[in-house]
């Protein structure tokens, strides 16, 4: 690993954690891998919208803080109404509606089933992809879409043909964040992450609050959850960690990857996540859970494949 110096005017990720591309794609995947974890135990406690809004403003007061923050706004002011709109509509579909979709579906589903169903996200994007002439048709690609969508369906109906809120809440977040994936490709060319990220946090938090204000719900977390020193080290975890630093680290694996190779993310994720749903929530699965698992996850490597080899050790 090649080490740097570090310049209190000048930030960048390589100084948390260094030049190695795959550092930032396994530092993504362990974040990510722990979300719906961390915060199913939450739910019972603060309504998923107002979590979703406190997880990111956490997230932007530690980009905030990080050195060189007069570098980055400079850059901000610099920007055009374009990239603004563009940052704004990256807020939208991920601040406020990917997010607050999966944090829906882990209060109505087991953290798992979110997790797994939310990382089919590579079958959205390569649809995406597909439809504005980014990635190339094969039968390699269309193989593995039909295999992931009959995954989605096999955990779907893990217990009969019963279509419940929390799994169709991933899909939607699965969705939406595959759309914000292949945009952010084109966004991040020109800007640099935690740039990226603190102007789509600002948007997609606003929009948030406009949101929680017309739907009666509350914008602070309970005193239940502000007396437990366990719900309050979650949500910092959820802030700082996965809202903050996970973002960049996404961002750098978009940037040094393609949109479809970053999906490799998610492919890997439910893995990690139901390791640890098993172990701190105790969940079981059902065997068909375990089928479309491995369906989603064959379909998402088939789609992806190609791509693997950019992926540098």
């Known amino acids: 690993m090649k080490f740097v110096s570090i310049d209190r005017n000048q930030y960048s990720t390589h100084q948390i954690i260094g030049e190695n591309n795959l550092l930032y794609f396994i530092a993504t995947l362990l974040i990510f891998g722990s979300m719906e974890v961390v915060s199913k135990p939450l739910m019972g406690v603060v309504d998923p919208f107002t979590l979703t809004l406190w997880r990111f403003v956490l997230g932007l007061i530690f980009l905030m803080l990080v050195p060189g923050t007069f570098k980055r706004v400079k850059e901000i002011r610099s920007l055009s109404l374009k990239s ?4 704004a ?9 990917s997010m607050s979709m ?5 209060k109505y589903s087991s953290a798992a089933t979110a997790a797994t169903i939310f990382c089919s996200n590579p079958i959205f994007v390569f649809l995406l992809a597909l439809s504005v002439g980014t990635e190339k048709f094969s039968k390699r690609k269309v193989a593995g879409l039909i295999l992931g969508v009959v995954g989605i369906f096999l955990i779907m109906n893990e217990k009969g043909i019963v279509y419940k809120s929390g799994m169709m809440f991933a899909v939607l977040g699965a969705l939406s964040f595959s759309v914000y994936t292949v945009l952010s490709k084109k966004v991040v060319a020109g800007i640099t992450p935690v740039t990226i990220n603190i102007v789509s946090f600002g948007f997609g938090i606003m ?19 502000l007396s437990s020193t366990t719900h309050l ?10 809202s903050g630093l996970g973002y960049i680290t996404f961002f750098n694996t978009i940037k040094k990857y393609t949109a479809v190779s970053a999906s490799l993310i998610f492919m890997l994720k439910p893995v990690a996540a139901i390791i640890l749903a098993f172990l701190f929530l105790k969940e079981d699965f059902p065997e068909i859970f375990f089928f479309g698992f491995i369906f989603i996850t064959g379909g998402s ?13």
Do not use: C
């Open 84 to 87: 603004y709109s563009s940052l």
């Open 89 to 97: 509509l990256l807020g939208f579909l991920n601040v406020f509606f």
């Open 102 to 106: 999966l944090q829906l579906a882990v």
């Open 207 to 225: 929009i948030n609050v406009v949101f929680i204000g017309l739907t009666g719900r509350e914008f602070l977390p309970s005193t239940e959850i």
């Open 233 to 242: 080290l979650a949500i910092l975890y959820l802030g700082v960690v996965v």
């Open 301 to 313: 490597f088939l789609i992806i494949s190609s791509k693997l080899k950019k992926i540098k050790v």
